[in-house]
């Protein structure tokens, strides 16, 4: 064959190729951007999937937390109102997860009869801080809105009348300690 | 009644004793108290010291008569007759009240039976009184000589001054003496039955005394009171103290449940927290998501 047929012929030869190789590439490419939009949306839902996991993950774990805190608050108030020698109520179960926290929190001092009858005696005791009997009468008054209020024993009242009946004695000899000081 | 309520009583009655003659404006003689046990003689005696053998100043009889402190003013001195004591509460106010006013105590006693355990403790209250001064305010009289028999006084007074030397640590002057033989020489005009009774005797002596004391009887009055009154003052903190750690023994109990409750609550309110903080921190994250 002459050359120029030679030539003639690798080139058509070349171009065939070419253009066979650019009509079997084609649909190829088409097919690879499909792919690629569907992995987005995988992933994407994916995503979502995990994230609603992590949102359940944690809503359970709140919930549990929430649930040993206040198994754990129920426990730990029956020991302290043990400590009174008060017998043990039952921790009202009404309360929110917001409520308990605030009652918890509260600073506001027990008006029960028992809380009365305790504020006597403490204010008697020249040991016992006002400090620290503001923070029995907080602290009582949490307990006694988780559960109920208390009741002051007979042994509290009698301690109450023995104070104040030693508080009067007290107040007389002072007087007349203040009138013998006058004489002079 | 309760003994704190009554101890309280008798430091209002001493209070008010003190404030009485810290205002009082009596007259700058001796007083001579009769001081003694009920039935003692003692308003006889003081009769027939003042001069009332015919007519008593003083009551006497045989059940007990004298239930307020009497006064009476003589040239040298003033004469206090005191209620006997022993027997009734009140009574026995009065006669305290005699002995804080008195600048001499004639302690009178009837033989022959000794010093009960009684009088013994009242000479113990003239010694907490008087202090050391007591041994030159102090005279001993025996009355009721005249039921003395087979001389069974001497050896009674014997006995008692011996008594008293133990109780007091001194001897006091005494005197044996019978307001009845007194009174029967006067109305019999026999000066020596009446020498024999004691009572003249006695009379001088106090006269003597009341002079000795005149200049220094002011003074030594003012000193007794700030005496009575700083023991009042120490008495009264003393009850004080005693009430007030009554009350801390009361509360002690209660105190100490306290302690362990706030204790008991504080680790409540910790893990509370400790919980709530956890809670929120999960919540802060579920928000962020």
């Not at chain 1, 030869?13 to 951007?33: E, F, M, Q, R």
């Not at chain 1, 009869?113 to 016992?128: C, E, P």
């Not at chain 2, 005197?175 to 026999?190: D, I, K, N, P």
Request: proline share 3%; hydrophobic share 40%.
């Amino acid at each position: 064959m002459p050359l120029p047929w030679l030539i003639g012929a690798a080139a058509v030869a070349a171009v065939t190729a070419i253009v066979k190789a650019v009509s079997d590439d084609s649909p190829s490419s088409s097919s690879s951007s499909s792919s690629s939009s569907g992995e987005a949306e995988r992933r994407k839902q994916k995503l979502a999937a995990k994230r609603e996991r992590e949102q359940q993950g944690l809503k359970d774990r709140i919930s549990n937390l929430e649930k040993d805190r206040r198994e754990q608050l129920k426990s730990q108030l029956n020991g302290a109102a043990q400590t009174l020698g008060q017998p043990v109520k039952a921790m009202a179960p009404a309360k929110t997860a917001t409520q308990l926290e605030q009652v918890v929190a509260s600073q506001q001092s027990s008006d029960s009869a028992y809380g009365d009858a305790m504020k006597i005696i403490l204010r008697a005791d020249s040991a016992f801080s006002a400090v620290k009997t503001k923070r029995f009468l907080s602290q009582l008054n949490v307990l006694e809105t988780l559960t109920a209020p208390l009741a002051a024993q007979q042994t509290e009242q009698q301690a109450q009348t023995q104070l104040r009946e030693s508080a009067a004695r007290i107040k007389r000899l002072q007087q007349l300690k203040n009138s013998v000081e006058q004489l002079v | 009644m309760d003994q704190a309520v009554l101890y309280i009583d008798a430091l209002e009655a001493e209070c008010k004793r003190l404030q009485l003659q810290h205002t009082e404006t009596a007259s700058l003689k001796p007083r001579i108290a009769a001081w003694g046990l009920v039935k003692a003689g003692k308003s006889s005696l003081l009769n027939m010291l003042s001069g009332h053998v015919h007519q008593e100043y003083f009551a006497t009889g045989a059940v007990r008569t004298t239930r307020e402190n009497q006064h009476l003013e003589l040239e040298h001195y003033v004469l206090v007759d005191t209620p006997g004591l022993g027997i009734d509460q009140s009574d026995s106010a009065q006669a305290m009240e005699g002995l804080d006013i008195a600048d001499v105590v004639l302690f009178v006693h009837a033989p022959p039976g000794e010093l009960d355990e009684e009088q013994v403790n009242l000479l113990l209250k003239l010694r907490d009184v008087h202090g050391d001064a007591l041994e030159k305010r102090l005279v001993l009289v025996f009355s009721l000589l005249d039921l003395d028999q087979n001389d069974a006084m001497a050896q009674v007074r014997e006995r008692i001054e011996g008594q008293v030397l133990r109780c007091l640590g001194f001897q006091p002057t005494c005197f044996e003496v019978s307001s009845r033989r007194y009174q029967r020489g006067v109305e019999l005009g026999r000066e020596g039955m009446q020498a024999k009774s004691g009572i003249p005797r006695l009379a001088l002596h106090l006269d003597q005394m009341s002079k000795e004391m005149a200049a220094s009887l002011a003074a030594t009055r003012q000193q007794r009171l700030v005496q009575r009154r700083e023991d009042l003052s120490t008495a009264l903190d003393q009850a004080i103290e005693r009430e007030q750690v009554l009350a801390q023994t009361l509360c002690a109990p209660y105190a100490h449940t306290a302690g362990a409750f706030i204790e008991l609550m504080s680790s409540v309110q910790s893990s509370f927290s400790a919980k709530t903080a956890e809670i929120r921190t999960a919540r802060e994250k579920l928000n962020s998501l």
